[in-house]
């Protein structure tokens, strides 16, 4: 199919831009990589007035260091997350999991900020944003504001951005003191939208082995990324391990609400939520020295 009619706007600012966008309102679209974009476009499921593309716009497209961790422009594309220094140096789960979305040809075009807009409850970016406290930068009329991950999904492709506003950054901090990290996911064929994926982030005294920091957010099994602050709850001071570790994934699978599609059944979701958390948990401990 072929896209229904639009106006093409590729302004050179980005006052130029929110002006655009400030005139037309919902019947706009900004276009950066376009991997979400497009296919909407031509299956006629966003039948946008207009299209804003950002790509001529200056200063979006940095990857700089930011509160221990980094910050990334509305223009970087997701490659830029395997290949950067910085984000291997600072904060390697992204690296890690960026692996996962989709294929080359596809991060070699989709933006990070971009995927994060969209708002897909299955793709890994969300998710991330969600475990890792990252800070959306949106931009407007009136200036700029900051809006955390705990507020900035709404829910299924939707978003605390109002339609005047564009994501031109996302503020990644530094990894909490003593955490580290695992990303696993499960999906049809490798590049696909997972059917249940988790991050999960851990932190443990050496010498008492008992757990002092969990974060743990599954993707993939509602309508937004879901942190399961319970299941954090019930490690926190207890030894590492698999025992605990299955504790927290059981609290996953009861507490997670997914949906049924073509794709997988929820009961499918809750099991794989769980499972997953479970695995991800003992290669955290792995990563930490445990056994």
């Given at each position: 199919?072929?896209?229904?009619r639009?106006?093409?706007?590729?302004?050179r600012s980005?006052?130029e831009?929110?002006e655009?966008?400030?005139?037309h309102?919902?019947?706009?679209?900004?276009?950066?990589?376009g991997?979400?974009?497009?296919p909407?476009l031509?299956m006629?499921?966003?039948r946008?007035?207009?299209?804003?593309?950002?790509?001529?716009?200056?200063?979006l497209?940095?990857v700089?260091?930011?509160?221990g961790?980094?910050?990334i422009?509305?223009?970087?594309?997701q490659?830029?997350?395997e290949?950067?220094?910085?984000?291997?140096?600072?904060?390697?789960?992204?690296?890690?999991?960026?692996q996962?979305i989709?294929?080359p040809?596809?991060?070699s075009?989709?933006?990070v900020c971009g995927?994060?807009?969209?708002?897909?409850p299955?793709?890994e970016?969300?998710?991330?944003a969600l475990?890792?406290d990252?800070e959306?930068?949106?931009?407007?009329p009136?200036?700029?504001?900051?809006i955390?991950?705990?507020?900035?999904f709404?829910?299924?492709f939707?978003?605390?951005?109002?339609?005047?506003?564009?994501?031109?950054?996302?503020r990644?901090?530094g990894?909490?003191k003593?955490?580290?990290?695992?990303?696993?996911?499960i999906?049809?064929r490798?590049?696909?939208?997972?059917?249940?994926?988790v991050v999960?982030?851990?932190?443990?005294?050496?010498?008492?082995?008992s757990?002092?920091?969990?974060r743990?957010?599954?993707?993939?099994v509602?309508?937004?990324?879901?942190?399961?602050?319970?299941?954090e709850?019930?490690?926190?001071?207890?030894?590492?391990?698999?025992?605990?570790?299955?504790a927290?994934?059981?609290?996953?699978?009861?507490?997670v609400?997914?949906?049924n599609d073509v794709?997988?059944?929820a009961d499918?979701?809750?099991s794989?939520?769980?499972t997953l958390?479970?695995?991800a948990?003992?290669?955290?401990?792995?990563?930490?020295?445990g056994?």
């Amino acid at each position: 199919m072929k896209p229904a009619r639009f106006d093409y706007y590729d302004p050179r600012s980005l006052e130029e831009a929110l002006e655009l966008l400030q005139k037309h309102q919902a019947d706009s679209k900004i276009l950066a990589g376009g991997q979400s974009l497009m296919p909407l476009l031509n299956m006629r499921l966003a039948r946008p007035k207009v299209i804003v593309d950002i790509n001529r716009i200056d200063g979006l497209n940095s990857v700089k260091s930011w509160n221990g961790g980094i910050s990334i422009g509305a223009r970087v594309n997701q490659r830029a997350l395997e290949r950067e220094k910085q984000v291997a140096e600072r904060l390697p789960i992204l690296r890690e999991a960026a692996q996962h979305i989709g294929h080359p040809q596809i991060r070699s075009r989709g933006t990070v900020c971009g995927s994060l807009a969209h708002a897909d409850p299955a793709a890994e970016l969300p998710a991330l944003a969600l475990a890792l406290d990252a800070e959306f930068v949106a931009t407007g009329p009136k200036g700029a504001r900051t809006i955390p991950s705990d507020s900035f999904f709404v829910s299924y492709f939707t978003t605390s951005l109002e339609p005047n506003e564009i994501l031109t950054e996302v503020r990644f901090p530094g990894s909490p003191k003593g955490m580290a990290w695992s990303f696993l996911e499960i999906s049809r064929r490798h590049g696909d939208f997972a059917l249940a994926g988790v991050v999960a982030g851990l932190a443990v005294d050496p010498g008492r082995r008992s757990i002092t920091g969990a974060r743990l957010v599954c993707f993939g099994v509602g309508p937004t990324p879901v942190r399961v602050k319970e299941a954090e709850e019930a490690l926190i001071g207890q030894p590492a391990g698999e025992k605990s570790f299955h504790a927290a994934a059981e609290i996953v699978s009861r507490g997670v609400d997914p949906d049924n599609d073509v794709h997988a059944s929820a009961d499918y979701r809750r099991s794989v939520a769980g499972t997953l958390v479970r695995r991800a948990l003992l290669q955290v401990w792995q990563k930490l020295g445990g056994k």
